[in-house]
C-alpha cells in the first residue's frame, strides 16, 4: 500500500535473493527480505518515489542502458532528489536519507543526467538508493504499453496528433484531400461527419458519431464490442452553465511523458428537466453501510459520561440539589462522532459506449444512473454535502459536464429528472472530467472529508485520446486529486469491461466492478472506507 501511494500506480512487492540490492521494473519493487524492516521500509520508499518522480520513464533509462557507471551516478543524484519531491508524505524513518545539498543541485530527471555525465558525484549511493536495471525497466514498459502482448493491434503512428481534429485552424497551410476519411484532412472530417459511421474501439478508426449499431451475441457487452455515439443526448449545448469560455485544463501526453499545457476545454451545459422522474429512485439498501462513514467528531454537552465537566450543567446540578430537587447527572462534555463531515461529488458518464446492453437486461447507461441516484439520495438523506455531474466529450475543446445538482441545489424532483433526461452519447474525455470534478469539489465541498466517485464503465476515449493515452491520463487526474486530500471511488455498474482495462484506467485508487445493482450494498461501504483512509492520510501528512 506504501508503495502504492508514493508512486501513484499500483506497485507490488516482491522478495529477492539475499544480499541483492533494491530495484524495481515499473510494476513491482523487489526487495532483500531478510534485512530488517526498517531497511526494507527504506528501498521501498526509494524505488516508489523514483517511479513518482519521473526518474525511470523509458526515455532516460534508454540513455543508461548497458551503461552502469552512468546509472550509478544518476541514481546517487536522482536519488536525493525523488525523494525531495515527495519530503511531505515520508515516513519519518526515511527523511534522513535525504541529502538537501545534493537535491538543491537538479530539479529534473534530465537535470540529474547531466550532472551524472560530468562525473562530478561519484557512484556511491545509500544501500537504500538500490540499483537501476534499465533493461528490465524497458522490457516491462514495453508490455505495458501493449496490453495485449503481440498479437495486440498496435495502432498506426500518426504524425500529427488526432486531438487536432476539433481545432479550428487544424486545415490551415494543409492539403484538404490528405487521408480523406480517416485521417485528419478537411475532407476528412467533413466526409465522417456526413457518413456517421459506428466504429468499434478496437477496429480500424475513431469510434463513429450515431447511435450504437453493435451488440454481442451474448448481449452482453465486452471490451471489444464497445461502441460509441456523437450524439449529444439531452445536453442543450446552447446553454453553458459555466460561462462561454469554459475551464481549461492541463492534459497528461504519456508519450511525450509530460503535461500538454490548458489542453483540454470543460463547458458545463445545462441540462433539461422536462416532466417528472418516470421512476422512485430505489436505494438498494445503501443508507445503512454509508450510514458510519464520514463522520466527524464534535463536542457535545450535558453527557452521562464524557472526558470534561460541563460547567453550566454542572452549576445547574448543584442547584437543583440545594433545592432539594432531584439533580440531572449529565453534567459531562464528551466528543461524538456525529456530526457528518462529508461532501461527495458523483460524476456520471453518459458517452455513447454506456448504451451498449448491461448484465441483466438493461443498458449499462440505465444501471449506472440508478446507482447514481441511489447513492445521491443515500447520502443526502444522511446529511451529506452532495453534486451530482453527468459528462461526455467531443474533443478537447468540447468536454461537456451537465450539472444535475449543484452543492447549492435541493436533491429534489426537479434534479431528478434532470438525471433522467441525460441520454448516453459523444465519447468519453474521462480525465478532463475528474479533474473539473476535483475542482469543483475542492471549491465548493465546504467540508473538510471530500470523496470523489466516478461512475463510469472505464472506456476512456476520443478524438486523438485513443485507449493508453486516455488511460494514462485518467490515472493521472485521479492521482492528482487523491494527492490533493480528495478521496477517489470508481465505480463500474452492469458493464463487462475487462477488469485489466479498469486498472489501466483507475490506477491504485478505489474502484469495483458491480455485476448487478442489488450487490451495490454489499461493496460499497468497504469501497468507501478505503477511499477516505487514503485521502485522511494524504491531509494528515499535509
Known amino acids: 500500500m506504501l508503495a502504492s501511494a508514493l508512486s501513484g500506480r499500483a506497485l507490488k512487492v516482491a522478495a529477492v535473493e539475499a544480499g541483492e540490492p533494491a530495484w524495481t521494473d515499473g510494476k513491482t519493487v523487489f526487495v532483500d527480505a531478510d534485512i530488517d524492516p526498517a531497511r526494507q521500509l527504506e528501498a521501498v520508499t526509494v524505488q516508489a518515489c523514483l517511479l513518482w518522480a519521473g526518474s525511470l520513464d523509458p526515455g532516460l533509462v534508454r540513455k543508461l542502458n548497458r551503461r552502469r557507471g552512468l546509472a550509478a551516478r544518476y541514481l546517487a543524484v536522482e536519488g536525493h532528489r525523488a525523494l525531495a519531491v515527495n519530503a511531505e508524505l515520508l515516513p519519518p524513518a526515511v527523511s ?44 516491462e514498459s514495453r508490455n505495458s504499453d501493449s496490453p495485449g502482448g503481440d498479437k495486440t493491434h498496435q495502432p498506426r503512428q500518426q504524425s500529427a496528433p488526432l486531438a487536432e481534429l476539433d481545432d479550428d485552424d487544424a486545415d490551415a ?33 475513431p469510434p463513429g458519431a450515431d447511435a450504437p449499431t453493435h451488440k454481442t451475441r451474448s448481449g452482453v457487452r465486452g471490451g471489444g464490442s464497445v461502441v460509441s455515439s456523437a450524439g449529444v443526448g439531452s445536453l442543450d449545448d446552447d446553454t453553458a452553465a459555466g460561462g462561454a469560455g469554459g475551464t481549461t ?85 464528551d466528543s461524538l462522532r456525529r456530526r457528518r463531515d462529508l461532501s461527495v461529488l458523483i460524476l456520471l458518464d453518459v458517452s ?24 445521491a439520495t443515500a447520502l443526502h438523506d444522511l446529511g451529506d454535502r452532495l453534486a451530482l455531474y453527468g459528462f461526455h466529450s467531443q474533443g478537447r475543446s468540447a468536454v461537456h459536464v451537465a450539472p444535475v445538482k449543484r452543492f447549492s441545489d435541493a436533491l429534489d424532483a426537479r434534479a431528478m429528472s434532470r438525471l433522467y433526461n441525460l441520454k448516453p452519447g459523444a465519447y468519453s474525455r474521462l480525465g478532463a472530467a475528474i479533474r473539473h470534478g476535483s475542482d469543483v469539489l475542492e471549491r465548493s465541498g465546504g467540508t473538510p472529508r471530500r470523496l470523489l466517485v466516478v461512475i463510469s464503465d472505464g472506456l476512456a476515449y ?25 478521496g477517489c471511488l470508481c465505480l463500474t455498474v452492469g ?22 445493482l442489488d450487490q451495490l450494498n ?21
Not at 101 to 119: F, I, K, N, Q, Y
Not at 189 to 199: D, G, S
Not at 361 to 369: A, K, L, N, P, S
Not at 522 to 542: T, Y
Open 352 to 375: 455513447g459506449s454506456t448504451a451498449e446492453p448491461g448484465t441483466v437486461g438493461q443498458t449499462v447507461h440505465e444501471q449506472q444512473r440508478a446507482a447514481a441516484a441511489a447513492l
Open 96 to 139: 534522513s536519507l535525504v541529502d538537501q545539498h545534493v537535491a538543491a543541485r537538479t530539479d529534473s530527471p534530465a537535470a540529474s543526467l547531466m550532472l551524472a555525465g560530468t562525473r562530478e558525484f561519484g557512484a556511491e549511493s545509500p544501500h537504500a538508493f538500490g540499483v537501476i536495471r534499465p533493461r528490465k525497466l524497458l522490457a
Open 522 to 542: 454489499r461493496e460499497i461501504g468497504p469501497m468507501f472506507r478505503s477511499a477516505l483512509r487514503s485521502a485522511d492520510l494524504r491531509r494528515r501528512v499535509a
Open 249 to 333: 485544463y492541463h492534459e497528461w501526453d504519456v508519450h511525450r511523458r509530460s503535461y500538454r499545457q490548458n489542453w483540454c476545454t470543460v463547458l458545463e451545459v445545462a441540462p433539461k428537466a422536462d416532466g417528472e422522474p418516470p421512476v422512485r429512485p430505489v436505494d438498494y439498501g445503501l443508507r445503512r453501510p454509508l450510514a458510519r462513514l464520514g463522520v466527524g467528531l464534535d463536542r457535545y454537552h450535558r453527557q452521562a459520561q464524557g472526558d470534561d465537566v460541563d460547567l453550566d450543567a454542572a452549576i445547574e446540578a448543584r442547584i437543583e440539589l440545594l433545592a432539594g430537587s432531584a439533580p440531572d447527572e449529565a453534567v459531562y462534555l
Open 462 to 486: 476520443d478524438h486523438g485520446y485513443e485507449r493508453l493515452y486516455g488511460a494514462a491520463d485518467a490515472r493521472r487526474a485521479l492521482v492528482e486529486a487523491r494527492r490533493r486530500g480528495t
Open 495 to 516: 458493464a463487462a469491461t475487462d477488469v485489466d482495462e479498469l486498472r489501466r484506467v483507475f490506477g491504485s485508487a478505489a474502484h469495483a466492478t458491480i455485476p448487478r
Open 173 to 205: 497551410g494543409m492539403d484538404m484531400f490528405s487521408s480523406p476519411v480517416g485521417g485528419s484532412g478537411a475532407l476528412g472530417r467533413l466526409v465522417a461527419k456526413m457518413l456517421e459511421v459506428t466504429r468499434r474501439l478496437g477496429g480500424n478508426g
